[in-house]
C-alpha cells in the first residue's frame, strides 16, 4: 500500500473512491459539501430522507454519483458533531476503511482527515488513517495452503489522505509515523499469532535479525543457555529446564544519539508456550499460550519502528525467550533457585514462569544504565480481570514514568491503566526457605507480580506494563491486537 497526500477538492479527484464524512445533524463537513455541489445536492438528500443516518462507523458506498469524477463514494458517519472526538474519528475510519477492503476500488481518497475534530490536528489524523489502513488490511494467512484463502489480502494499492491549507508537512509526518506503527504492530500480530511449533525462541531470533539487517543503528547479538549460566540466570534455567526446545535471549539495540546517552530498555516476556509446567493449566483455550511470547514480539516491533523513525534516542531490547514445559528436568514446585541477582526464588508455582525469566533479564539490564527500564509481559490472569481487554496494566517505582506511559497510552487509543505497588504487597511473597516465593497468593496477583520484579530493578526508574488482558482477543475473533507498540512508541517519540 503507498500513501499519498492529496491536495484538491473532493469534486475533482478521479480516485476508484473517495470517502467523505458526514456527521448525524447539521451542515455538511467543507469537503463533503463541495462534493453535493457538483452532485446537485445527491448526498445532502440521502441524509433527509434518512438513507444514511450518520452516526459514527455508519457508512453507505454509493456507486457512480453524477457530478463527481470518481465511480465511488462511500459516505462515512462521525456522528454528533459536537460529540465527535478522536475515537470517534478513530471508530468511523475503522469502519470505513473496513468497507473500502471490502470494496474493488484500487485507489482511495479519504477526506476524512479535513475536518478538525476535537482532540486531533492534521498530524494525528493522517496518523490514525495510515494505521487503521494496517489494521483493517491485516490478515494471518501465512499458514493457508488455498489459493482462495491465502489471497483474501485486499486489492487496494494507494490511500490518499486529503489535505486542507497548509497541512502537507504535518500530514506527510503523520502518514510517516502511521507507517512505522501499522507494520511494526503487523510484526508484533504475526509474531503473536504464530503457533509454538513455528514461533520459538530459535524463530524469535531469526526475526529480530531480519528486522536488523540493513540498518547500521540496529545490532543484535543473541545469548544460548551456556552463556546464560555463566551469567548464573538460575532463575530464567529454571522454566527452560522441562523443554527440549533451547532458550534464547536476545539483545535488539537501536542507537539513534550518542554512544553515552543512557538508553531506554525495554524487556519482552518471549515465553513461545506456557503449558504452566508441573503446576499444568487446564486444557480448555491453553492453545491461547502461544500468545505469552507477547511483550517479546511488542520489543522486536518497537525496535524495527524505533529505527523506521529514526528516533534521536538509544533503545536496547531484551528478549529471554524459552517455553515453559513439564517433563522429567522440570523444575518443581518448592525447588529453590539462585537468580542472577543472587535472590534465591522459591518456585511454588511453576507457572507463575514469566516473573522467573523476566527478573534475570531486569537485572541484566542494569548494566546498560538505562535511563528507563520498561517490561511488557502476559503476566497474569488476573490483570484479565481486572481491566479487561480494554487497558493493559501498569506498574512502576516512578511516578513521572508511570505518567508518560499513562498519557502517551492515551494519545496513542492504546491505554493503559495504573495499579499500587508497596511494601505491603511484598508481604505476600514471603518465603521461609528462600529470599523470596515466586506467588503470593490469590489476592492483588497482578500487584504482587509486579512487586516481585521490582526487587530487581535496583533504582533504575522502571515502569511493568501487564498486557494479559490487550495482548490479543480470544473467541470468534482471536488474534493478535499488536498493543502496546503503539502505546511505547508514543513514548519514545515524546522523549
Ligand atoms: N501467561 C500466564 C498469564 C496469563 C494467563 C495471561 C491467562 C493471559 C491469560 C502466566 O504465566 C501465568 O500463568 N500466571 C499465573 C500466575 C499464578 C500462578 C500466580 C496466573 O495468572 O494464573
Ligand atoms: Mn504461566
Ligand atoms: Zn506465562
Given at each position: 500500500m503507498r500513501?499519498?497526500?492529496?491536495?484538491?477538492?473532493?469534486?475533482?479527484?478521479?480516485a476508484d473512491c473517495i470517502i467523505l464524512p458526514a456527521y448525524s445533524a447539521g451542515p455538511l463537513p467543507a469537503a463533503t459539501r463541495e462534493a453535493d455541489r457538483a452532485a446537485r445536492g445527491a448526498l445532502r438528500a440521502l441524509l433527509r430522507n434518512g438513507d444514511f443516518r450518520g452516526e459514527t462507523g455508519d457508512t453507505l458506498l454509493?456507486?457512480?454519483?453524477?457530478?463527481l469524477r470518481c465511480p465511488r463514494v462511500l459516505l462515512v458517519g462521525l456522528g454528533a458533531r459536537e460529540k465527535c472526538e478522536r475515537k470517534a474519528l478513530r471508530k468511523a475510519t475503522r469502519s470505513a476503511l473496513a468497507a473500502v477492503t471490502r470494496s474493488a476500488a484500487v485507489e482511495v481518497v479519504s477526506y476524512l482527515g479535513t475536518e478538525d475534530v476535537r482532540g486531533t490536528d492534521a498530524y494525528r489524523r493522517a496518523r490514525i488513517a495510515v494505521e487503521v489502513w494496517h489494521d483493517a488490511a491485516y490478515r494471518f494467512t501465512a499458514l493457508k495452503t488455498r489459493a482462495s484463502e491465502r489471497n483474501r489480502t485486499p486489492k487496494q494499492r494507494l490511500l490518499g489522505i486529503a489535505v486542507s491549507g497548509g497541512d502537507t508537512a504535518e500530514v506527510r509526518r503523520g502518514i510517516a509515523h502511521g507507517q512505522a506503527i501499522g507494520a511494526a504492530m503487523a510484526l508484533a500480530r504475526d509474531l503473536g499469532n504464530l503457533p509454538a511449533n513455528i514461533c520459538t525462541p530459535g524463530y524469535l531470533v531469526g526475526r529480530a535479525r531480519d528486522v536488523a539487517r540493513g540498518n547500521a543503528r540496529l545490532s543484535v547479538?543473541?545469548?544460548?543457555?551456556?552463556?546464560?549460566?555463566?551469567l548464573r540466570m538460575g532463575s530464567l534455567l529454571s522454566v527452560t529446564a522441562g523443554t527440549d526446545e533451547p532458550a534464547r535471549f536476545i539483545v535488539l539495540r537501536y542507537r539513534g544519539a550518542a554512544r553515552n546517552k543512557a538508553p531506554v530498555v525495554l524487556v519482552g516476556k518471549g515465553i513461545t508456550f506456557d503449558t504452566g509446567g508441573i503446576s499444568l493449566k487446564p486444557g480448555p483455550q491453553m492453545d491461547?499460550?502461544?500468545?505469552?511470547?507477547?511483550?517479546?514480539?511488542?520489543?522486536?516491533?518497537?525496535?524495527?519502528?524505533a529505527a523506521a523513525l529514526r528516533l534521536p534516542l538509544?533503545?536496547?531490547?531484551?528478549?529471554?525467550?524459552?517455553?515453559?514445559?513439564?517433563?522429567?528436568?522440570?523444575?518443581?514446585?518448592?525447588?529453590?533457585?539462585?537468580?542472577?541477582?543472587?535472590?534465591?526464588?522459591?518456585?511454588?508455582?511453576?507457572?507463575?514462569?514469566?516473573?522467573?525469566?523476566?527478573?534475570?533479564?531486569?537485572?541484566?539490564?542494569?548494566?546498560?544504565r538505562p535511563a528507563a527500564m520498561i517490561d511488557i509481559a502476559t503476566l497474569t490472569g488476573a490483570c484479565v480481570v481486572a481491566l479487561g481487554k480494554?487497558?493493559?496494566?501498569?506498574?512502576?517505582?516512578?511516578?513521572?514514568?508511570?505518567?508518560?506511559?499513562?498519557?502517551?497510552?492515551?494519545?496513542?487509543?492504546d491505554p493503559a491503566w495504573q495499579l499500587p505497588l508497596g511494601e505491603e504487597y511484598m508481604e505476600q511473597l514471603k518465603s521461609p526457605f528462600a529470599d523470596v516465593a515466586n506467588i503470593g497468593g490469590r489476592e492483588a496477583g497482578t500487584i504482587t507480580a509486579a512487586a516481585f520484579l521490582s526487587r530487581f530493578v535496583g533504582t533504575t526508574p522502571w515502569a511493568h506494563l501487564d498486557i494479559a488482558g490487550t495482548a490479543w482477543n480470544a473467541g470468534a475473533q482471536k488474534g493478535s491486537t499488536g498493543r502496546p507498540v503503539a502505546l511505547l512508541v508514543e513514548f519514545l517519540l515524546k522523549r
Open positions: 500513501f499519498q497526500v492529496k491536495a484538491g477538492p473532493a469534486s475533482r479527484q478521479r454509493l456507486p457512480s454519483v453524477r457530478g547479538s543473541v545469548l544460548d543457555e551456556a552463556r546464560m549460566r555463566r491461547e499460550m502461544k500468545y505469552d511470547m507477547s511483550g517479546a514480539g511488542t520489543v522486536i516491533a518497537v525496535l524495527q519502528a538509544n533503545v536496547v531490547g531484551l528478549v529471554p525467550a524459552c517455553e515453559n514445559m513439564p517433563g522429567g528436568s522440570a523444575t518443581r514446585p518448592g525447588d529453590i533457585v539462585r537468580s542472577m541477582s543472587g535472590q534465591t526464588i522459591e518456585i511454588l508455582n511453576t507457572d507463575a514462569e514469566g516473573r522467573l525469566i523476566l527478573c534475570d533479564a531486569l537485572t541484566y539490564g542494569q548494566r546498560f480494554h487497558r493493559s496494566g501498569l506498574m512502576a517505582n516512578s511516578g513521572p514514568l508511570a505518567d508518560a506511559l499513562l498519557a502517551a497510552g492515551e494519545a496513542a487509543d
